[in-house]
Nanobody, 128 residues
Framework: QVQLVESGGGSVQVGGSLRLSCAVSGYTTSIYCLGWFRQAGGKEREGVAAIARDGVPTYADSVKGRFTISKDNANNLYLQMNSLKPEDTAMYYC???????????????????????WGQGTQVTVSS
């Protein structure tokens, strides 16, 4: 059974930092991409960042230069978030895309429909 468990969310002031983690288990193949998404109240879920099999990251324009996605060999996924803004407030989810090219991640695939497995989310609140 595939499981993704997010952690690291919390409340922070504008300009602060948080590091989200996602523990992945039960996925028996190495051919997949990982991504972070977020959903604010009353809005659609949006893609934040993804990382390809070769480790190359892709970011939404709204977080470029502030967020860093990474993964380790133990199937853990991370999202380092710096210079946080009130508009970053949302529930953050990690997800698996089972079909994944060896190199690079096409930004056009950073959509909810392109990912198949999801965690329960971790809340991030940024206050001014």
């Amino acid at each position: 059974q595939v499981q993704l468990v997010e952690s690291g969310g919390g409340s922070v002031q504008v300009g602060g930092s948080l590091r989200l983690s996602c523990a992945v288990s039960g996925y028996t193949t190495s051919i997949y991409c990982l991504g972070w998404f977020r959903q604010a109240g009353g809005k659609e879920r949006e893609g934040v960042a993804a990382i390809a099999r070769d480790g190359v990251p892709t970011y939404a324009d709204s977080v470029k230069g502030r967020f860093t996605i990474s993964k380790d060999n133990a199937n853990n996924l991370y999202l380092q978030m710096n210079s946080l803004k009130p508009e970053d407030t949302a529930m953050y989810y990690c997800a698996i895309r089972p079909s994944c090219a060896l190199a690079g991640f096409d930004i056009r695939l950073l959509t909810s429909a392109a990912f198949a497995y999801w965690g329960q989310g971790t809340q991030v609140t940024v206050s001014s």
